[in-house]
C-alpha cells in the first residue's frame, strides 16, 4: 500500500498568513494526489483534486503544487473559516489512503 | 447536484454484523465510484471500498475479508456489511460519492452515521 505522511501535524497561524502543508507519498503517484478539509462534526470537503485543480467553488485562496512523490497545499491569505484538518489522500489506486491530517488553527 | 444519505443502527455487538444503507440522490449514478469510508472518534479517514453501477467492486485490502459492499442501483441505493465487528470498527460511516472519470476524487459525502460496536 501506498502510505500518505503529512507536516506538520498542526500549525497555528494568523489572519492573512499564507500557509503551507506539505504531503508525501511512498512511491510516485504522478498527480493523483486531493486534498480536503474537516470541520467538527462534518463530512470532508473536497478541496483540490490532481494535485493542482480547483475544485468548484473553493476560494481561489487555495492552491496545490507537486508531482510524483511530493506535493503542497497553499493558502495565500489565511481566513478565520479556514480552521479545520486538512488532509491528502492518493487516488493512484486502492485504498486511496489518506494523510494522518493537519489540524490548523487560528491565532 | 448529488446528495447522500447513511441509515443504520447506531449500535453493534461485538463479533455481530455492521450493515448500512446509503441512498443517493443524481441522476449521474454511473459517474461515479459509490464509497464507504469510515472515520474513527478523533482519528483520520480509511476508505473501505467502492462499487460502480457495472457491478465493480473495489475493497480496502485490510478490511476485505470481513466486507461486502452490494448495490440496488434500481432504487439507487448501496449497502455496506461488516462482519466480526470489534471495538475497533466504531467509527463514523461515510457513504460517498467518488468520481470515476479522469482523476478520481470524492466530491460527495453524505452526513455521516456513527456506529458504536459495544454490548
Known amino acids: 500500500d501506498i502510505q500518505m505522511t503529512q507536516s506538520p501535524s498542526s500549525l497555528s497561524a494568523s489572519v492573512g498568513d499564507r500557509v503551507t502543508i506539505t504531503c508525501r507519498a511512498s512511491?510516485?503517484?504522478?498527480?493523483?494526489l486531493n486534498w480536503y478539509k474537516q470541520t467538527p462534526g462534518k463530512a470532508p470537503k473536497l478541496l483540490i483534486y490532481a494535485a493542482s485543480s480547483l475544485q468548484s467553488g473553493v476560494p481561489l485562496r487555495f492552491s496545490g503544487s507537486g508531482s510524483g512523490t511530493d506535493f503542497t497545499l497553499t493558502i495565500s491569505s489565511l481566513q478565520p473559516e479556514d480552521f479545520g484538518i486538512y488532509y491528502c489522500q492518493e487516488s493512484f489506486g486502492s485504498p486511496y489512503t489518506f494523510g494522518q491530517g493537519t489540524r490548523l488553527e487560528i491565532k | 447536484q448529488v446528495q447522500l444519505q447513511e441509515s443504520g443502527p447506531g449500535l453493534v455487538k461485538p463479533s455481530e454484523t455492521l450493515s448500512l444503507t446509503c441512498t443517493v440522490s443524481?441522476?449521474?449514478?454511473?459517474?461515479?465510484?459509490w464509497t464507504w469510508i469510515r472515520q474513527p472518534p478523533g482519528e483520520g479517514l480509511e476508505w473501505i471500498a467502492y462499487i460502480h453501477y457495472s457491478g465493480i467492486t473495489n475493497y480496502n485490502p485490510s478490511l476485505k475479508s470481513r466486507v461486502t459492499i452490494s448495490a440496488d442501483m434500481s432504487k439507487k441505493q448501496f449497502f455496506l456489511k461488516l462482519n466480526s465487528v470489534t471495538a475497533a470498527d466504531t467509527a463514523v460511516y461515510y457513504c460517498?460519492?467518488?468520481?470515476?472519470?479522469?482523476?478520481?476524487?470524492?466530491?460527495?459525502w453524505g452526513q455521516g452515521i456513527l456506529v458504536t460496536v459495544s454490548s
Open positions: 512511491q510516485s503517484i504522478s498527480m493523483y
Open positions: 460517498a460519492g467518488m468520481f470515476c472519470s479522469g482523476w478520481p476524487r470524492v466530491d460527495n
Open positions: 443524481t441522476a449521474s449514478i454511473s459517474s461515479y465510484y
